[in-house]
């Protein structure tokens, strides 16, 4: 059933009425639609109900009661939002009309039933009021309605007349049918101009059309004028009514609605007015009679014009819906990919697209010529003379592939095609498309390129492959798997594993476990990976190494699996002779490290013997080196007198000489000691360490004075204590070789020693030669005089011992009486 009109309007957002509020019980119900909306109705009533006052005969009866269009034309239009402005526009007329109280009640309630009923059929009957004029059904639907509503105001004015006049009942009928008659041409006329000019969609008229449509309304309008007035243009009356019918027609096809149905409402009001005045052209009749013959004439003028229009706009909405479409479908087809051809009778191509020649056959003229009369053109799906059998046959074809040479390359074509009949089922031609698939084919054989490389490739491959579909069932088997004994005269293509342990007895038990194993990657979709030994047809037991990975789609659907089976026996092999020779070597490792473990303990045993031979060396030596000194000391002061000069100075060697000699052992002490040390790494302030020997350099000798430079900031990871050696040794040894400098200076700093941070000890002392360098960190190697500088030549190496020990450098430059640079690092830097 169709939407209603007045809820269509209800549910356009620009012409939508706010919602009514919730109405308390009791409370008078408010105005369904805006006041000035009913004002303008009830108003538009009455001017048209005083209009037809005006058209009364000598009888008193109304010829036409146009107001019943115009409220059945507010009500479809505006729904129940106008029925206030009718209810009061019908009351009002009703009360100028001066009708009798019982004709007046009747009269009124039927001018409103029936509208009401009339819009409420019609909102049910049409989706939107245009269609009353642009159909030929809502043309019928509208006078069907307008005679069918018209019955019910008819019977109520009919009935208030009976009453009021007290008509009899032998004149009901010819009564209630004229003012039938009269309310449903006064719906028709009435409402079709409000419809046209609310609902017409013409274009803008050229002033040419204009023009026209001037002069003919007025040459019409004259006309009518002079045949209802008593002009007499013609010889006969009814001639002039005559000659406006061509006019009529005219206006109803080349004028735009809502042009025609002013002028057929102005046009029926002449002819009712002057027929009201006496001047019908059925003057010898009964005015009655002439009302109706002329109610009669209208409908049918009204209902032929309205009839003619609706086709007119049905025909011309057809015309453009059928240019749209002709124009849709060749926008299409000039778009579209395929070309459309046609054979005539004799199977020879006419009417081709300029396409089809110019983009696949380049110059070749094609009209007149048959398929397989075209130079150059190849069959392929089937020989040229298949093909015009099938054609003579008037058999339908799909996808007839031909290619031609252009240039370097082949173009394909493929064409499709069923035959035409005429309307008496004689064969005309053929009408097909055909299609450039030249990319298609192109991309074809690259893909078999592609699959024959992949082939190859998989054909390679020394594993054994197998390619099973959704249903376990062999698809592909590579060159290594079909060369086993197993399947070189087996049909496997399509067949199940456990399908074909059946005829391979051999393997049966395998093949019977891959399906198992198949089936459980199948129902899980997850690799499967395990190790397998088989006894090969030969005899020879070999190791394969199973992987069975599944495939999906991309909706993640499982598709099928792939078998890889490597061999895995050398391998194995490989690996179980290293394991051999790894176990064989960790035995010799082990007898290794048990001899230098012993060898080890014998020499900690030995170094401690040592240093106990060392203690105890020491202790002894010492005794007679204090006796030595003691009792030379006693000689000289007790018995000093009684040598000579030259037996003092001997005295005086032999106690230097066993002092020096204590000195020697305390140092080589002091070696040894440092040499077993164990390093404790922390985070060492050198600045600090290095004042801390100045310091006491210093208090042995407060009289000289040495240019200090120690920065602030020297850190290193190192052990401390053994820093505080190197440091006292290194700078022990420049403070005592700059002592014949009259500005002494010694420097500490940082720097960078074979890639690791250093330190430096600089001084401008006696130097060196850099030709004995390599003398310098050995024991008791000494490039000086003792005579000038004291020492033992044992502190530089006692430096070097330490530095080792932390695995780092130490280093040492210099020149002769310009000073010596000693460079020296902690090892690397330990991580976090």
Known sequence: MNRPVDEMHEQDPQTRAPAPEAVPPGAPLPLPGP??????????????????????????????????????????????????????????GTALAQMPMPMAVLHAAGQIIAPWVGARILRHLISEPAHLLERTDGAFKLLAVAYAVAIISAAATTLGMALAHELPAARWLDS???????????????????????????????????????????TLLGMLAATFFGVALLAEPILQLYASLPLVIWIALRFPPRVGWTVFLIASLTALAGTAQGFSLLNEHAMGVQILVLHGLITLTAATALFIGAAMFEKQAARRALRERESHFR??????????????????YHRLPDQLTGVHFGDTALDGCAPWEIAGEEALTLPWGLLRQTLERHDAFRDFLSRRRDGSRWRYLASSGEPVFDAHGAFSGYRGVSRDITAEMQARE?????????RALVDALPELIVLQDRHLRWRLANRSLLDTRWLKKMAWLGATSEELAAHLPSMADVLKQDHKIAEAVALSCKPHREEQRLVMPDGEERVFEVSVIPLTDDDGQFNGIVSVRRDMTAQRDAERIQAEHVQGVQSLNDELER??????????????????????????????????????????????????????????????NSQRMGELIDD???????????????????????????????????????????????????????????????LRNAWKFTRLQAQPRIEIGQTELQGQAAYYVRDNGVGFDMAYVGRLFAPFQRLHNNREFDGSGIGLAIVQRVIRLHGGHVSAEGVVGQGATFSFSFGPVRPD
């Open 595 to 656: 001899r230098v473990g012993a060898r080890t303990a014998a020499l900690e045993a030995a170094i401690r013997e040592l240093e106990a031979f060392s203690y105890s060396v020491s202790h002894d030596l010492r005794a007679p080196l204090r006796a030595l000194d003691g009792f030379s000391r006693l000689l000289v002061e007790d018995y000093g007198d009684l040598l000579d000069e030259q037996g003092r100075e001997y005295l005086s060697r032999i106690r230097r």
């Open 446 to 454: 690259a893909l078999r390129e592609e699959e024959f490389r992949l």
């Open 176 to 218: 209630g049918a004229s003012i039938w008659l009269g309310d449903a041409l006064g719906v028709v006329v009435s409402m079709l101009p409000l419809l046209a000019w609310t609902t017409d969609r013409s274009p803008v008229q050229s002033p040419r059309r204009l023009i026209e449509q001037v002069l003919v309304i007025l």
């Open 331 to 348: 926008a299409l087809t000039l778009l579209s990919a395929d070309w459309h051809w046609e054979l005539d009778a004799d199977l020879r």
């Open 668 to 730: 080589l002490l002091e070696l040894s000691r440092v040499s077993r040390a164990e390093v404790h790494r922390s985070l060492t302030n050198l600045s600090d360490i290095a004042r801390d020997v100045v310091r006491e350099l210093t208090a042995e000798a407060p009289d000289r004075y040495i240019h200090w430079v120690i920065p602030e900031g020297l850190w290193a990871d190192t052990d401390s204590g053994l820093a505080r050696v190197v440091f006292e040794n290194l």
């Open 35 to 92: 006041l000035p909306l009913n004002a303008l109705i009830a108003i538009g009533y009455c001017v048209l109900v005083a209009a037809n006052l005006q058209l009364r005969d000598a009888s008193g009866i109304t010829p036409m009661w146009a107001p019943i269009g115009l409220a059945l034309f507010v009500l479809l239009r505006f729904g129940n939002r106008a029925l206030p402005g009718v209810l009061i526009g019908v009351i009002a």
